[in-house]
C-alpha cells in the first residue's frame, strides 16, 4: 500500500516511524547567504557566485532524527526591496522561519531585526525564529558585534 498524506507506513523498515512536515521560510537582504545557506543543507554544495533569487524558489529536505523523519518545505525568498510586499504570502502557515544577516555588514542585521519584528507581528503566534549570522568564513570582516547580537537575542 502507497504512503500518502504523510500517514505512518504500517510496516516495513520505517514502521512505526513518525513523519512531520514542517513549512520553512528563510528571509533576510539580498546577498547575505540565504540561497548558500539552502544549497548547503539541501544539497550539500556551496557556490562562490550565487546568482539573486527572483520571487522565491522551493526546495525540500528530508531528515531522520531518532524515530521520527521530517519532511522541510523551505521557501527561500528574494531580499531585494522590489520583493519586500510578497514575504507575507511566503511566510504565512510556516511554522519556521530563518532571518539570515551577513556578519560583515551592519545594515544586514538592522534590516534582519526589522523582518523579526514583521514576524513577530503577522506570522502565526507560535512560528519559531532563528536568527541566523551568515559568511562566518569571513570573522576578520565582522562588522555585527557579538555582543550586541547576544544582548538583542536575550
Not at 539541501?42 to 539573486?52: I, Y
Request: hydrophobic fraction near 40%; charge should be positive.
Amino acid at each position: 500500500m502507497a504512503n500518502r498524506g504523510g500517514a505512518t507506513r504500517p510496516n516495513g523498515p520505517n514502521a512505526g516511524n513518525k513523519i512531520c512536515q514542517f513549512k520553512l521560510v528563510l528571509l533576510g537582504e539580498s546577498a547575505v547567504g540565504k540561497s548558500s545557506l539552502v544549497l548547503r543543507f539541501v544539497k550539500g554544495q556551496f557556490h562562490e557566485f550565487q546568482e539573486s533569487t527572483i520571487g522565491a524558489a522551493f526546495l525540500t529536505q528530508t531528515v531522520c532524527l531518532d524515530d521520527t523523519t521530517v519532511k522541510f518545505e523551505i521557501w527561500d525568498t528574494a531580499g531585494q526591496e522590489r520583493y519586500h510586499s510578497l514575504a507575507p504570502m511566503y511566510y504565512r502557515g510556516a511554522q519556521a522561519a530563518i532571518v539570515v544577516y551577513d556578519i560583515t555588514n551592519e545594515e544586514s542585521f538592522a534590516r534582519a531585526k526589522n523582518w523579526v519584528k514583521e514576524l513577530q507581528r503577522q506570522a502565526s503566534p507560535n512560528i519559531v525564529i532563528a536568527l541566523s549570522g551568515n559568511k562566518a568564513d569571513l570573522a576578520s570582516k565582522r562588522a555585527v558585534d557579538f555582543q550586541r547580537l547576544q544582548a538583542y537575542a536575550e
